[in-house]
């Protein structure tokens, strides 16, 4: 399903993008300062061994990882839903994350030992594997129902994660599940979130093809017409959201609706030529991710809420109004 481009404006985009860069300043002084250790920002940045070592082990890292995995999540969203020319998917919503956990029950089952490089490389590959199920399953849909697709994809994702369910207790694997299942930030610390700077570089290295996504957006006949390799085009666009999901359940569990709210967001005000929009959707996709795990900080402080919780309920409320809002222009 096309989204609706407004008006070429680009003031707009501009103007949101620098009040979204004094937000997320703001979001990042905020986020290393809050903790159940009471310390000031200049101690933190002072020479004392506790502020320093507080900062570059635990605060640092976490605010680095939650910016890492909101931003290449948002990503993967935008050319998940722009390959499958609907707005209303994301890799959360497809089982490409139901795929993502089964394969690393399998790796745990098969290979309990297996490091973390094989755990990556199977979960990649199962994610890439479970897209392409949804692929196939959606070009059998009628394309003027396109809310039938979301809708197919939370049913081929419920079936998938009733599989991965199903051995996880099979073999004693539950605790993983809920790990992987619901991304939360508070056992980040230095030596164990270094995986998403690499999910940073996948979600960057789409911003070299995204006038190739956006070709391919428009169908294989129009996309072929125009001279562009259609399928190696998908297959290059899924990999990446493959490996970006992989790589997040891996490292922090996975993000529901990130990749679904950020791109529709802020497409309704810049548009959807992609070279022009993923910069801003990576940036909205890590700022909504840091408040959230902010907000889940400070809520029952000291305790926390998972920021998967929390913008799991915020994304539910926005994705009611995506289905139900028609923009002003319709």
């Excluded at 499958?84 to 309990?112: H, K, M, Y």
């Excluded at 979130?193 to 570089?201: C, M, Q, R």
Aim: aromatic content about 10%.
């Amino acid at each position: 399903m096309p989204r609706e481009t407004p008006p070429q404006r680009p003031w707009i985009r501009v103007t949101l993008t620098t009040s979204i860069v004094a937000i997320l300043l703001c979001l990042i002084l905020i986020s290393l300062s809050l903790g159940v250790i009471e310390t000031s920002l200049a101690d933190l940045f002072s020479q004392a061994a506790d502020g320093e070592g507080l900062l570059l082990l635990s605060r640092l890292p976490r605010t680095l990882a939650t910016l890492l995995a909101g931003a290449s999540l948002a990503v993967a969203g935008f050319i998940l839903q722009t390959l499958v020319q609907n707005r209303f998917v994301e890799p959360a919503t497809v089982g490409t994350a139901d795929s993502a956990a089964l394969g690393l029950i399998g790796v745990s089952i098969v290979l309990p030992d297996a490091g973390i490089f094989s755990k990556m490389l199977v979960g990649s590959l199962a994610a890439f594997v479970g897209a392409l199920g949804f692929l196939a399953l959606v070009k059998r849909l009628p394309r003027t129902q396109p809310l039938l697709v979301p809708l197919c994809g939370i049913f081929y994702g419920g079936v998938i994660s009733s599989v991965a369910t199903f051995l996880a207790y099979e073999n004693d694997l539950m605790q993983y599940i809920g790990i992987w299942m619901n991304g939360e930030f508070s056992g980040v610390l230095q030596g164990r979130y270094e995986l998403l700077w690499a999910s940073g570089l996948i979600a960057l290295a789409g911003y070299a093809y995204a006038d190739k996504f956006t070709i391919a957006g428009l169908g294989r006949d129009t996309a072929s017409g125009l001279g562009l390799n259609y399928s190696q085009t998908i297959h290059l666009g899924l990999a990446i959201v493959a490996m970006v999901t992989a790589f997040t359940v891996i490292t922090v569990g996975m993000l529901p609706f990130v990749g679904l709210v950020v791109p529709n967001i802020v497409s309704r005000f810049v548009g959807d030529n992609s070279r022009k929009v993923l910069p801003l959707v990576a940036l909205v996709g890590g700022t909504f991710v840091l408040g959230s795990d902010i907000l889940g900080r400070v809520l029952r402080f000291p305790y926390e809420i998972p920021a998967g919780a929390i913008f799991g309920v915020i994304g539910t409320f926005v994705f009611l109004w995506l289905l139900l809002a028609r923009p002003s222009r319709a």
